[in-house]
């Protein structure tokens, strides 16, 4: 696999860094190529997969649990607010549950995991390449790229649609609360109005695209850590480059997403 | 004397965009020997280690392992011929996040098919003779300088390699320290019957382990012979090396 190498200084000019954006685009559609390669053939790493998917996934409990029970607290209370006044607080529940479903869990998880784990996988590799750890795996017979980049690529595209699931939960639960502090809302009442506007589309159409942004949070922290180069200096930028590519193509390919299921 | 070479290194060379940092080796490596390519950092020995093992790729010229040209041969073969190659990094590159225990695992579980009484056993084994065994269960953050270098050994070793590539064994390490792993690669070398190529720049780690000594200067070969030939040699630059005076104060360049 030969990546286009990248010039990296403080003084490019703007042909540089635009000329440096699309070596990257370039060199992380080669580093995808090779990872569908990869991952076909065997052996493989079955048990280091797992270990990432229960590294990313449980630890990730927490911080997406924190951020889904506010962001559903906080939408059930905004919309209150709006719609109370006209006497539609009955439609809360429906039009937060929407909103959870089809966009906030998914994209707002996705930004989240990219932050932790993209960022983390970046870091790892990173510092596994300037302290010749990878070369150490190679040279005692071992595909680097299989236990490095496929293990944890197929674990972020599998786990995030989990934690998506577990946000959606929760962030239904902090609508609730909310709910019930205002309004004094029945449970029951809440969940039938919930389920009685949704249907499979919106299911469907909030967890497809969350494996698409998984797989974004691993292939780009992982393509940013194994072509670090710089020592220390450079496994800071991939882990900064990593969070920024990788939520900036979140943001990109969930735009594109939600045009495509429109037009379908 | 042929038929005893294990490695045959055949004019090499190797550059990094303008800068030649070898030109034109050829090496013979023996079945049995302990050789040390000595000479200045920045000469291309640590790029030489690296093209034996096919980490990196020579510009010109072939390198052959049991007379199999490595240019010639597969992915999967090179993989073959890594099995038999131990390679001790000069940071020891253990992994981070693994412990030791882990770390001597990684290679057995990937090179052969042991049970995990086997692969525990070969652990302990291996940890005695580098005289770790109580820092199984650590951490490669929790390890002074001197473990690293011993617990990266081991993990060399546990293969039982029949070559080892030693890159700067003893750099970073006290005088002391520098010459107890000196001591233990020669008598891991004598117990486990491996050959080794030492890279160093380090006099001490080269007279204790060398059988044979090649000088490298400015990416060729400047001298070759036994240690003590060529720690009694005249020449002025090799004079100067071996007594480490500032090389520039005499003007190598003129050398």
Known sequence: M?????????????????????????????FTIHFFKEMLVPPYEIEETKKQMYDF????????????????????????????????????????????????????TALLFAGRVSSGIGAEIGSMKVTEQIDAMEVSGTNPFKFLVVTRVIATT???????????????????LALLIEEQMNLIYFFNSVTSFLDLGDISAGLIKTFFFGFIVGIV???????????????????????????????????????????? | MMDSILLNIENVSKSFDRNKVLKNISVNVYKGENLVIFGRSGTGKSVLLKLIVKLLEPDSGNIFYRNKNLNSLSA???IQIRKHIGF?????????????????????????????????????????????????????????????????????????????????????????????????????????????????HDLICAEIIADRVIFLKDGEIYKEGLFDEIKQSNDLFIRNFFSAKILKDVGVSDV
């Open chain 1, 158 to 176: 599998f786990i995030l649609p989990l934690l998506t699931i577990y946000v959606i939960f929760i962030s239904l639960l902090g609508s609730f």
């Open chain 2, 88 to 200: 001790l990094f000069q940071s020891g590159a253990l992994y981070d996040s693994m412990s030791v225990r882990e770390n001597l695992a990684f290679p057995l579980k990937k090179i052969f098919n042991l049970s995990e009484k086997e692969i525990i056993e070969k652990i302990n084994k291996t940890l005695e003779l580098v005289g770790l065994v109580s820092a199984i269960d650590k951490m490669p953050a929790e390890l002074s300088g001197g473990m690293r270098k011993r617990i990266a050994l081991a993990r060399t070793i546990i293969t039982e390699p029949e070559l080892i590539l030693y890159d700067e064994p003893t750099t970073g390490l006290d005088p002391i320290t520098s010459k107890e792993i000196s001591e233990l690669i020669l008598s891991l070398q004598h117990q486990l019957k491996m050959t080794s190529v030492v890279v160093t």
């Open chain 1, 57 to 108: 996934g449980l630890k990730s409990l927490p911080i997406v649990g924190t951020m889904g029970i506010i962001i559903g607290f906080v939408l059930a209370l905004q919309s209150y607010f709006i719609l109370e006044p006209f006497g539609a607080t009955d439609f809360i529940p429906a039009s937060v549950g929407i909103s959870i479903l089809r966009e906030f869990a998914p994209i707002l």
């Open chain 1, 2 to 30: 030969n990546l286009p190498k990248i010039k990296h200084s403080m003084n490019l000019s703007l042909t540089e860094k635009l000329l440096n954006f699309f070596l990257l685009l370039s060199g992380l559609a080669i």
């Open chain 2, 76 to 78: 999967k073969e090179i």
């Open chain 1, 221 to 264: 922290g992982a393509f940013q850590g194994y072509t670090t180069e710089g020592g220390t200096v450079g496994v800071g930028r991939s882990t900064t480059t990593s969070v920024v590519i990788s939520s900036l193509l979140i943001l990109l390919v969930d735009m594109i997403l939600v045009k495509i299921s429109m037009i379908l």
